[in-house]
Structure formats: structure tokens, C-alpha cells
């Protein structure tokens, strides 16, 4: 699963070519709209008929796509839907980027790949896809990341202790 917008620095056509390439055929839902659409459901025409496009969705109509999915990947920049991701237990694949992601994602989690490096991103669906018994097990630390470390009630607390200093 892919939630976002669609424009190229996301490198979404990345990830349908590498779904294409995996012979299990998983299936691809992306969320979105954006500059790229056209062309993104062209070349899912072409190489992923089975992708699946489903449009912007925002808040709580999200849910029933996330709680279907088995992983989320944001295979280049962008960040705010893996937090959002993570809440719902998913296990996570991202690209590197300025390192704000590196507290999300960790090795019991997710994986981050290198940006614009086709066959990690390939190589790391295919490995996560291989062990379903992982996945679930790397959903519930993203989950316990996001409820305990991670989140707006942290933030809060960390700024209002920094002004009673």
C-alpha cells in the first residue's frame, strides 16, 4: 500500500514496476491524487493491471485501506502517512531521507532503503512479503512505537517540560 500524493520525487512508478517483477503478484492499492496520476495509472496499465487506484482519501476514510493492507512502502521522499501507517500496525518500507524517519523506522518495524536504489526497493518487498508471520509481528512494534514513543502526546510533554525549565 501507497498513501500520499502522486508526483514523481514519491517514486511511485518505482514501486509498481518492482510489484511487477514479484512473482507472488502482490496486490497494490495506491491512496492519492496529484500532478502524476495519468501517467502513473498508464504505465499500471502497461506493466500492473492489478494495481488499484483509489482516489484521495483523507481522515477516517483511510481507515478501511490501512486496515486491509499489509505494508506500506514510500519508496521515495514524504513522510506524514508513515506515522499514520504505522498506527494501524503496518510494517513499513521507506526510503533514506534526512533522517527524521530514523527514530520511525527501525529493523523490528520496517526497513529503510536507499533512495533510488530500484533493486533494494525490489529485494526488501519481496523479503518482507515472504514471511506474513514477520510482517504481523513487525506491524505490532510499529504500532507500540507510534502509542508509546512517538506521538503528538510525547511532543507535547517534551515542549512543555523545555518551558518549565
Known amino acids: 500500500m501507497f498513501v500520499g500524493r502522486l ?3 514519491k517514486r511511485i512508478d518505482s514501486l509498481i ?3 511487477a517483477e514479484i512473482e507472488s503478484k502482490p496486490k497494490l492499492v495506491i491512496v492519492g491524487d496529484g500532478p502524476e496520476k495519468e501517467s502513473l495509472i498508464s504505465l499500471a496499465k ?5 494495481t488499484e487506484f483509489i482516489g484521495a482519501k483523507h481522515g477516517v476514510e483511510l481507515k478501511a485501506y490501512f486496515e486491509k493492507a499489509d505494508l506500506f512502502v514510500l519508496p521515495g521522499t514524504g513522510g506524514l502517512a508513515v506515522q499514520e501507517a504505522m498506527s494501524y500496525g503496518l510494517p513499513v518500507i521507506v526510503a533514506k531521507g534526512d533522517g527524521t524517519q530514523d527514530d520511525l523506522v527501525r529493523e523490528k518495524n520496517g526497513w529503510q532503503i536507499e ?3 530500484y533493486e533494494a526497493l525490489v529485494f ?4 518482507a512479503l515472504s514471511d506474513v508471520k514477520r510482517l504481523r509481528t513487525m506491524g505490532q512494534e510499529s504500532f507500540r512505537i507510534v ?3 512517538i506521538n503528538i502526546q510525547k511532543m507535547a510533554e ?3 517540560e523545555a518551558l518549565n525549565s
Open 7 to 9: 508526483q514523481a520525487r
Open 17 to 19: 514496476r518492482a510489484c
Open 46 to 50: 502497461e506493466i500492473y493491471s492489478s
Open 115 to 117: 533512495p533510488e536504489n
Open 124 to 127: 526488501t518487498i519481496k523479503e
Open 147 to 149: 502509542s508509546e514513543e
Open 158 to 160: 517534551v515542549f512543555i
